[in-house]
């Protein structure tokens, strides 16, 4: 499933996967970096995300991988690129971009205002 990203979206990626629950995963065998959320103490069955680009669109590739790969030197495993399980947490990863992108909108600085002197105060000079 892809998750994608707005353009305008400042956040630091590690930082807004970390809040959302996933640890940083880099992978030994490929060298790799991607983002895991387990849902036990158990490695297996956890959620997967590839932070991946295209065309300047960034987007977040979600799957739940259900077990580790059966096969000695195979890298192929059990896992489900949709379903409801992996609907309804790409439904809450897209709600956090979304909350993201609200607290962004809503963080604009004002515009400074000139400073005054004590003696304008009073007087109420412009």
């Known amino acids: 499933m892809r998750i994608f990203l707005p353009f305008d979206?400042?956040?630091n990626l590690p930082v807004f996967l970390r809040r959302a629950?996933?640890?940083e995963f880099n992978?030994?065998?490929t060298?790799?970096?991607s983002y895991t959320k387990?849902?036990?103490r158990d490695f297996y069955p956890r959620f997967h995300i590839y932070a991946e680009s295209t065309d300047g669109q960034t987007f977040l590739?979600?799957?739940l991988d259900q077990k580790k790969a059966s096969y000695k030197g195979y890298s192929a495993h059990n896992a489900e690129y949709d379903g409801a399980v992996?609907?309804?947490e790409g439904a809450r990863l897209s709600g956090l971009v979304k909350n993201e992108m609200d607290n962004q909108s809503q963080s604009v600085k004002p515009v400074a205002e000139e400073k005054k002197s004590f003696?304008?105060?009073i007087f109420k000079q412009d």
Request: glycine share 8%; net charge positive.
């Open 9 to 11: 979206f400042n956040l």
């Open 21 to 23: 629950g996933y640890a």
């Open 27 to 29: 992978d030994p065998n």
């Open 31 to 33: 060298g790799k970096t």
């Open 38 to 40: 387990r849902f036990t």
């Open 61 to 63: 590739n979600l799957h």
């Open 86 to 88: 992996v609907e309804r």
């Open 119 to 121: 003696w304008q105060k």
